[in-house]
C-alpha cells in the first residue's frame, strides 16, 4: 500500500469466483485471535469468509469463465440472504437479513457463527 501514488495507474486482478450471478453487497473484516478474514455479502449465496492469508498467497489470476467456484478458497457461512452487514464490535457483526416470507430482521451474530 505504501507504494500507491496519487494518480499512478494501478493494475489489479481477479483472485477468486464467488459463484455464478453473484454480486457483492458489502464487505468487512473480522479478526478471530490473530487472523483476519473478509467477510462478503452477496446477493444469491450465503455470506462468504475468506482468510487474508489465502488472498496473500495465491499466486494466479482468473482470466477465463469457470463454472461454480474457482480461485481463493472460502467458507460459506450459514447466513443467507443478508442484505447488509456491518462489524459491531471486535467479536460481533450486524445483519440485515431477509426471511422467506419477506420481513426483513435486524440481528448479530458473534464469534462462534462466522
Same mark, same amino acid.
Given at each position: 500500500m505504501d507504494a500507491l501514488k496519487p494518480g499512478a495507474h494501478v493494475k489489479g486482478r481477479t483472485v %477468486?469466483?464467488?459463484?455464478?450471478?453473484? +454480486? *457483492? @453487497?458489502? !464487505?468487512?473484516?473480522? +479478526?478471530?485471535?490473530?487472523?483476519?478474514? #473478509?467477510?462478503? /455479502? &452477496?446477493?444469491?449465496? *450465503? @455470506? %462468504?469468509k475468506v482468510d487474508y492469508k489465502n488472498i496473500a498467497a495465491f499466486e494466479g489470476t482468473l482470466t477465463e469463465p469457470v463454472k461454480g467456484t474457482a480461485g481463493v478458497n472460502f +467458507? /460459506? +457461512?450459514p447466513m443467507i440472504n443478508v442484505m447488509q452487514l456491518d462489524k459491531l464490535d &471486535?467479536?460481533? @457483526? !450486524? #445483519? !440485515?437479513?431477509?426471511?422467506? &416470507?419477506?420481513d426483513v430482521d435486524l440481528w448479530t451474530a458473534n464469534d462462534t457463527v462466522l
Amino acid at each position: 500500500m505504501d507504494a500507491l501514488k496519487p494518480g499512478a495507474h494501478v493494475k489489479g486482478r481477479t483472485v %477468486a469466483e464467488m459463484g455464478s450471478g453473484n +454480486t *457483492p @453487497v458489502d !464487505l468487512i473484516t473480522i +479478526t478471530k485471535g490473530n487472523e483476519s478474514f #473478509l467477510m462478503m /455479502a &452477496n446477493t444469491k449465496h *450465503p @455470506v %462468504a469468509k475468506v482468510d487474508y492469508k489465502n488472498i496473500a498467497a495465491f499466486e494466479g489470476t482468473l482470466t477465463e469463465p469457470v463454472k461454480g467456484t474457482a480461485g481463493v478458497n472460502f +467458507t /460459506a +457461512t450459514p447466513m443467507i440472504n443478508v442484505m447488509q452487514l456491518d462489524k459491531l464490535d &471486535n467479536n460481533q @457483526v !450486524l #445483519l !440485515l437479513q431477509k426471511k422467506p &416470507n419477506g420481513d426483513v430482521d435486524l440481528w448479530t451474530a458473534n464469534d462462534t457463527v462466522l
